[in-house]
């Protein structure tokens, strides 16, 4: 087998803490990553121990000071967090080697210490050597804004960047105004106007260079109006720019100076959306920083911003990046840093799982010697699903892998983007050594004080995907009558066989779709499933025996009464070929609850067409701390790709599997499914059947109900439900080409909810509520909650 990697070289994304009312901090913030790789896009987390009051503008607070703070941090995921004063992340939960302080950034390069992250000497240098030497018929606009007032250096900082005013910094400067010779120019209004007209390029730009940036946004060009005496106005801006492509700074101080500029850069941006011919137009938005006073802006935009009607668009609130969006959005993200990116192909041998490859630098570095300079984004797939690699892991930005992969586990990171790492050293190969899911998993719950082992059942799960080499193997035993011929086979007294053309027969009868009837018939065979082979009636006991091919032989040994009896080679046509089950297929009660496993498996394998990817691991018995013991037929880590911005947090998923039968859900499976559910908050749970919906009893749809009424309860810590429950039924595993296609086929409310949330049913969170209106008669998530305020 192959597994597809993908490196990408990106800068270090930085994370600096700091109140928000510290304006001497945070203008060392802004001069930092004037002279870092990438640093307009590193985040300033906002600091407090309570929120203040001009959080919101309403006087509802709807998060915590804590939320708040982590909310930045999973948006951003930063690679190191930087303390604007000691001990501001002593509560995160970030890993203590990965905290740094201000003065850790920029050292001086004959201190020969350890550096973190990619200054800029470097870039100007390159820059300088491959083209600013030369004399340009046409010289570019570089510009380096200086404040003549104290309070006015921030907000150049910030929007233009600045240079460090220590002694042994102030080389940064000086190479800059050596390679670019850009205009000094002091900040006025009249200044500030002349400069968003033209085409400029500033310090704080220069650090883009060798950067291709992907935005994954749907924000409208945008003013933002703020006060330059406002430190907290600055962060906003910050943070803002960094997500979104068109963001522009409109001091309130200069907005008089500026307003011609700021009503032609909405006329100029009022435009058609390109590619749209229903007329649909972009519209400019005017927002308005939090420290403006809300009755001031209408009476601001009326007097400075107003232009014709029909382009303007007001926004009084701030984006909630740091809060999870509603499903029905179009999501916000960070955009995605791109200096280089190396996709390549590994062969994975049965005994050695092994990857070599190259770290990425960029080109113009030659100092990152024994540095944390750059990060290198590893994304790995197997498309087989057979369970020998391990590619998608539990995100956790704050702590360091929980699997040794190379020399070292402090610097690995698994985040939404990939597995992270910072090479220290240039011309190093990596060599790491993967894992197959279920030694992942294991590792995990070790890491988490379970011990865990793998059940007879969870053998057997594992061995059918194997056997029908992974999910599109699979797929030839998602018919309801294959399974049970399968099982129905493994029942027969000693040969467990079934005579050639009836099983050929049989399959054919079960599979609806014609084109796919020889196919299945086929990979049942060439997979091993099934094997051909001779019964012959023994002339001792009268009993009938089956037999390898190989096997065959004049003089044969009866499988019942172990007697020798010659083969009838006068009567051959009497011998019956035929097809025996065979491994973990020839195992009773539908091979111990395998079949329903791995087609649960498989579902999630395949939601979302392809969007999503998965770790997965069959049958586990678990020690839980508690010392309570439980068991998961199967356990899933689950995440939706995107094909633009990071992917989804990683989903932790229990499931329980069940075959036929009136009463299989018992109050047992409910009991511990809910007991994993208390020991990993926030996960998933599911429960998958082969029966039809119609045959789950009313006795297991109360139960059901009840875990997932409890499962709905809202963890304010965690900021979302305490366990979504998802029922997968026949339905579901025996679907076809997609659950959506399933769904309309069956048509009625069915019908109705594949086509509303077609989208979103990858969203497990929306996939639990959509199944449990469907087999549990509950109302919607959203009614549901509606209902329950309207109690209280």
Same mark, same amino acid.
């Given at each position: 087998?192959?597994?597809?990697?993908?490196? $990408?070289?990106?800068?270090?994304?930085?994370?600096?803490?700091?109140?928000?009312?510290?304006?001497?901090?945070?203008?060392?913030?802004?001069?930092?990553?004037?002279?870092?790789?990438?640093?307009?896009?590193?985040? &300033?987390?906002?600091?407090?121990?309570?929120?203040?009051?001009?959080?919101?503008?309403?006087?509802?607070?709807?998060?915590?000071?804590?939320?708040?703070?982590?909310?930045?941090?999973?948006?951003?995921?930063?690679?190191?967090?930087?303390?604007?004063?000691?001990?501001?992340?002593?509560?995160?939960?970030?890993?203590?080697?990965?905290?740094?302080?201000?003065?850790?950034?920029?050292?001086? /390069?004959?201190?020969?210490?350890?550096?973190?992250?990619?200054?800029?000497?470097?870039?100007?240098?390159?820059?300088?050597?491959?083209?600013?030497?030369?004399?340009?018929?046409?010289?570019?606009?570089?510009?380096?804004?200086?404040?003549?007032?104290?309070?006015?250096?921030?907000?150049?900082?910030?929007?233009?960047?600045?240079?460090?005013?220590?002694?042994?910094?102030?080389?940064?400067?000086?190479? *800059?105004?050596?390679?670019?010779?850009?205009?000094? %120019?002091?900040?006025?209004?009249?200044?500030?106007?002349?400069?968003?007209?033209?085409?400029?390029?500033?310090?704080?730009?220069?650090?883009?260079?060798? %950067?291709?940036?992907?935005?994954?946004?749907?924000?409208?060009?945008?003013?933002?109006?703020?006060?330059?005496?406002?430190?907290?106005?600055?962060? /906003?801006? #910050?943070?803002?720019?960094?997500?979104?492509?068109?963001?522009?700074?409109?001091?309130?101080?200069?907005?008089? @100076? %500026?307003?011609?500029?700021?009503?032609?850069?909405?006329?100029?941006?009022?435009?058609?959306?390109?590619?749209?011919?229903?007329?649909?137009?972009?519209?400019?938005?005017?927002?308005?920083?939090?420290?403006?006073?809300?009755?001031?802006? @209408?009476? +601001?935009?009326?007097?400075?911003?107003?232009?014709?009607?029909?382009?303007?668009?007001?926004?009084?609130?701030?984006?909630?990046?740091?809060?999870?969006?509603?499903?029905?959005?179009?999501?916000?993200? $960070?955009?995605?840093?791109?200096?280089?990116?190396?996709?390549?192909?590994?062969? +994975?041998?049965?005994?050695?799982?092994? &990857?070599?490859?190259?770290?990425?630098?960029?080109?113009?570095?030659?100092?990152?010697?024994?540095? *944390?300079?750059?990060?290198?984004?590893?994304?790995?797939?197997?498309?087989?699903?057979?369970?020998?690699?391990?590619?998608?892991?539990?995100?956790?930005?704050?702590?360091?892998?929980?699997?040794?992969?190379?020399?070292?586990?402090?610097?690995?990171?698994?985040?939404? @983007?990939?597995?992270?790492?910072?090479?220290?050293?240039?011309?190093?190969?990596?060599?790491?050594?993967?894992?197959?899911?279920?030694?992942?998993?294991?590792?995990?719950?070790?890491?988490?004080?379970?011990?865990?082992?793998?059940?007879?059942?969870? $053998?057997? !799960?594992?061995?059918?995907?194997?056997?029908?080499?992974?999910?599109?193997?699979?797929?030839?035993?998602?018919? $309801?009558?294959?399974?049970?011929? =399968?099982?129905?086979?493994?029942?027969?007294?000693?040969?467990?066989?079934?005579?050639?053309?009836?099983?050929?027969?049989?399959? *054919?009868?079960?599979?609806?779709?014609?084109?796919?009837?020889?196919?299945?018939?086929?990979?049942?065979?060439?997979?091993?499933?099934?094997?051909?082979?001779?019964?012959?009636?023994? /002339?001792?006991?009268?009993?009938?025996?089956?037999?390898?091919?190989?096997?065959?032989?004049?003089?044969? !040994?009866?499988?019942?009464?172990?007697?020798?009896?010659?083969?009838?080679? !006068?009567?051959?046509?009497?011998?019956?070929?035929?097809?025996?089950?065979?491994?973990?297929?020839?195992?009773?009660?539908?091979?111990?609850?395998?079949?329903?496993?791995?087609?649960?498996?498989?579902?999630?394998?395949?939601?979302?067409?392809?969007?999503?990817?998965?770790? #997965?691991?069959?049958?586990?018995?678990?020690?839980?701390?508690?010392?309570?013991?439980?068991?998961?037929?199967?356990?899933? #880590?689950?995440?939706?790709?995107?094909?633009?911005?990071?992917?989804?947090?990683?989903?932790?998923?229990?499931?329980?599997?069940?075959?036929?039968?009136?009463?299989?859900?018992?109050?047992?499976?409910?009991?511990?499914?809910?007991? =994993?559910?208390?020991?990993?908050?926030?996960?998933?749970?599911?429960?998958?059947?082969?029966?039809?919906?119609?045959?789950?009893?009313?006795?297991?749809?109360?139960?059901?109900?009840?875990?997932?009424?409890?499962?709905?309860?809202?963890?304010?810590?965690?900021?979302?439900?305490?366990?979504?429950?998802?029922?997968? !039924?026949?339905?579901?595993?025996?679907?076809?080409?997609?659950?959506?296609?399933?769904?309309?086929?069956?048509?009625?409310?069915?019908?109705?909810?594949?086509?509303?949330?077609?989208?979103?049913?990858?969203?497990?969170?929306?996939?639990?509520?959509?199944?449990?209106?469907?087999?549990?008669?509950?109302?919607?998530?959203?009614?549901?909650?509606?209902?329950?305020?309207?109690?209280?």
């Amino acid at each position: 087998m192959s597994i597809n990697i993908q490196i $990408r070289l990106r800068p270090i994304r930085f994370g600096f803490l700091v109140k928000p009312d510290d304006s001497k901090n945070l203008t060392k913030i802004f001069e930092i990553n004037t002279c870092l790789w990438g640093g307009q896009f590193n985040p &300033i987390i906002p600091y407090f121990s309570r929120v203040p009051s001009w959080w919101e503008r309403i006087n509802f607070k709807f998060d915590n000071a804590k939320q708040i703070i982590n909310g930045y941090l999973d948006f951003f995921e930063p690679d190191f967090l930087v303390e604007a004063e000691p001990g501001l992340s002593e509560k995160l939960g970030f890993d203590s080697d990965r905290v740094l302080q201000l003065h850790e950034i920029l050292k001086y /390069d004959e201190q020969k210490l350890r550096r973190f992250g990619l200054t800029l000497n470097d870039l100007y240098r390159h820059l300088y050597n491959k083209e600013f030497q030369f004399q340009k018929r046409y010289k570019q606009n570089f510009i380096q804004i200086k404040a003549d007032k104290k309070e006015l250096s921030s907000f150049t900082a910030c929007i233009f960047g600045n240079f460090p005013r220590q002694d042994l910094l102030d080389y940064f400067e000086e190479n *800059y105004q050596y390679v670019f010779e850009p205009s000094i %120019l002091v900040l006025n209004g009249s200044t500030l106007n002349e400069v968003y007209r033209s085409n400029y390029i500033s310090p704080l730009m220069i650090g883009n260079q060798e %950067l291709e940036i992907n935005y994954n946004e749907n924000q409208p060009p945008t003013l933002f109006i703020l006060d330059i005496s406002k430190s907290r106005d600055l962060i /906003d801006f #910050w943070n803002l720019r960094a997500i979104h492509k068109d963001m522009l700074a409109i001091p309130l101080q200069y907005i008089e @100076e %500026l307003s011609s500029f700021c009503k032609e850069y909405i006329l100029k941006h009022h435009r058609p959306l390109p590619g749209n011919h229903n007329g649909v137009m972009i519209h400019p938005t005017c927002m308005f920083s939090r420290s403006i006073p809300e009755g001031d802006i @209408e009476q +601001i935009h009326k007097q400075y911003l107003l232009v014709e009607s029909g382009s303007n668009t007001i926004q009084t609130w701030y984006p909630p990046i740091w809060r999870d969006q509603p499903n029905y959005t179009v999501r916000k993200t $960070r955009p995605i840093l791109n200096s280089k990116t190396i996709s390549l192909i590994s062969a +994975i041998e049965n005994n050695n799982s092994k &990857i070599r490859f190259d770290s990425i630098y960029p080109d113009f570095s030659i100092h990152l010697n024994g540095s *944390y300079g750059i990060a290198n984004v590893v994304k790995l797939r197997d498309d087989t699903n057979q369970n020998q690699i391990a590619t998608v892991f539990p995100c956790n930005y704050k702590n360091s892998f929980f699997l040794k992969l190379g020399f070292s586990t402090d610097s690995y990171l698994s985040t939404t @983007e990939g597995v992270v790492f910072f090479p220290e050293f240039q011309n190093v190969t990596e060599s790491w050594d993967l894992v197959d899911c279920t030694t992942a998993v294991n590792t995990w719950f070790n890491q988490n004080n379970i011990k865990a082992a793998v059940s007879d059942a969870g $053998r057997a !799960t594992q061995q059918i995907i194997q056997t029908l080499g992974g999910f599109t193997g699979v797929s030839s035993i998602a018919h $309801r009558e294959i399974v049970k011929l =399968l099982n129905k086979i493994s029942q027969k007294p000693i040969t467990r066989s079934a005579q050639y053309q009836k099983f050929q027969n049989a399959v *054919y009868k079960a599979i609806k779709n014609t084109s796919q009837k020889e196919n299945v018939f086929k990979r049942l065979i060439e997979k091993k499933a099934v094997e051909l082979g001779l019964e012959v009636k023994c /002339d001792n006991c009268g009993n009938w025996s089956w037999y390898y091919v190989n096997q065959l032989d004049y003089e044969l !040994t009866c499988d019942l009464c172990l007697k020798k009896y010659p083969f009838p080679i !006068t009567c051959p046509s009497k011998n019956k070929w035929s097809y025996r089950v065979i491994g973990p297929f020839a195992l009773p009660d539908y091979s111990r609850g395998g079949y329903s496993a791995s087609l649960a498996i498989r579902f999630f394998a395949n939601l979302g067409l392809r969007s999503s990817n998965l770790t #997965w691991s069959a049958g586990q018995e678990l020690s839980l701390p508690s010392r309570e013991k439980v068991e998961a037929d199967f356990i899933l #880590w689950y995440q939706r790709q995107t094909h633009v911005g990071p992917n989804y947090q990683t989903e932790i998923i229990f499931g329980e599997a069940k075959s036929f039968g009136k009463e299989i859900f018992e109050q047992d499976d409910i009991d511990k499914m809910k007991l =994993l559910a208390e020991t990993f908050p926030g996960s998933i749970l599911v429960f998958a059947t082969m029966k039809k919906p119609e045959d789950l009893s009313s006795k297991e749809i109360i139960k059901l109900r009840k875990l997932s009424e409890w499962g709905r309860s809202y963890n304010k810590e965690r900021k979302q439900s305490r366990a979504p429950v998802i029922i997968l !039924t026949g339905t579901e595993l025996f679907a076809g080409y997609s659950i959506q296609q399933s769904w309309i086929e069956k048509g009625g409310n069915f019908k109705k909810l594949a086509e509303s949330y077609s989208p979103y049913i990858q969203n497990l969170r929306i996939l639990a509520d959509l199944t449990q209106q469907l087999y549990l008669s509950m109302e919607s998530y959203n009614k549901w909650l509606e209902d329950k305020w309207k109690k209280k």
